[in-house]
């Protein structure tokens, strides 16, 4: 039986195989716009978003966590409630975190760098994050789960956030600038 990660590490030869199998002439009454090709990489898509998908369900169930999904797929849980301001657009934003992936491996965290510190709505840091953290008032502490099309996406992040990773970040806003 083949595992997710075995998968995963495969998903290169097979769109490689995809994009370079469909060379050829086309079928009579068809143009050579590789239509085929095309329907057979969104379905490679699904399928990786599917394990993905299921890939962060094991996670959320194996910590219990009960978490909120927002419409670009951002998973939430604010398991303490703080009492200051809620961030909004515009402001800079101060926080502690660490950074996992799935597996539980840290792989980033302030304890390490210090606190972070990112304009809200400017970019800079994950959509992710981003999207998350106007969901918090000074003082909450909360998890957000990216996938990883709100993380680092396909390449990773080139250090320690491999290709294709969801994270998981455990975040406490600290502070609000304007």
């Known amino acids: 039986m083949m595992t997710k990660r075995m998968v995963w590490s495969a998903t290169p ?19 050579s716009d590789n ?19 299921q890939d962060i369900i094991d996670f959320i169930d194996r910590y219990g ?15 303490r409630q703080g009492n200051g301001p809620r961030a909004r657009s515009g402001q800079t934003a101060v926080i502690n975190y660490s950074v996992r992936l799935l597996t539980g491996d840290l792989v980033y965290s302030s304890d390490e760098k210090g606190p972070r510190r990112f304009r809200i709505g400017r970019g800079g840091v994950e959509s992710g994050l981003e ?11 909360a998890k957000f789960i990216l996938p990883a099309h709100l993380a680092h996406g396909l390449p990773g992040d080139g250090e320690r956030i491999p290709q294709r990773a ?10 609000l600038i304007d």
């Open 13 to 31: 030869l097979a769109v490689f195989l995809i994009l370079y199998a469909c060379e050829g002439e086309a079928p009579p009454g068809r143009s």
């Open 35 to 53: 239509g085929d090709m095309h329907e057979a990489m969104i379905g490679t898509n699904k399928i990786l978003l599917e394990i993905e998908n």
């Open 65 to 79: 966590w009960e978490t909120r999904e927002t419409g670009s797929g951002l998973r939430y849980y604010i398991y």
């Open 131 to 141: 999207e998350g953290i106007v969901l918090l008032r000074v003082g909450d502490r």
């Open 166 to 175: 969801a994270i998981v970040y455990d975040v406490e806003l600290i502070e």
